[in-house]
């Protein structure tokens, strides 16, 4: 059916329409003008009525100068821009991300996770978040992922503030065991012995 046709009376959200190609460009730009579309591979044109968000961490202005970015597509989609501060300049938002994050990971992997201690949440309100929102994510994700208890903790957060932990240097004779070190590792750090299984599926 195609998403345009499936989302008729409805919204179609495109995330980093920075990054379309010119050629995609001229496509959506033909949908936001003619409010038609046609099915790869057909003659027909489809008459669509969507509502069109898009979204980009791009500079479109610039992108347009630069020749990179359809100047007539950029008009089409400016006709309400809103503009979303980097996660830098919004930290009140960190703690309910953070929260949202810690929910969805829990769920996911079956943890209990309960709280963020105080000193991970200063540290976390502490950076700049050049990554913004997916960056926090990501931070969050693994540090649910890895955590043993029902709190996280500073030291459950290695890679906040660009601050990487140091791998440990092991050295292994064999590959079996270098092998069977990994999966007993992933096993205590999941307290789940399902989990590696599924992950590695």
């Keep these: 059916m195609g998403l345009f046709k499936w989302a008729e009376g409805g919204t179609v959200f495109l995330d980093e329409v920075g990054d379309l190609s010119m050629p995609v460009q001229s496509k959506l730009l033909r949908v936001l003008e003619n409010q038609e579309i046609q099915r790869l591979g057909s003659p027909q044109l489809r008459k669509v009525d969507v509502l069109v968000i898009a979204a980009t961490s791009r ?43 810690i929910d969805e990971v829990s769920a996911q992997y079956q943890k209990h996770i309960k709280r963020l201690s105080p000193t991970a949440l200063k540290e976390l309100m502490a950076s700049s978040w050049p990554g913004n929102v997916r960056e926090i994510e990501n931070v969050i994700g693994r540090a649910c992922i890895l955590t043993l208890g029902e709190s996280l903790e500073l030291n459950d957060l290695p890679t906040v503030s660009g601050q990487p932990v140091k791998p440990t240097v092991v050295q292994f004779s064999t590959l079996e065991e270098a092998e069977k070190a990994t999966l007993l590792h992933a096993l205590e750090q999941t307290q789940n012995f399902h989990a590696p299984a599924r992950q590695a599926a």
């Design 59 to 101: 500079n479109l202005e610039r992108e347009v100068k630069a020749g990179c970015f359809r100047e007539d597509l950029w008009y089409r989609l400016n006709m309400l821009q809103i503009k979303l501060p980097p996660l830098r300049e919004r930290k009140e938002d960190i703690p309910l991300l953070c929260r949202h994050f």
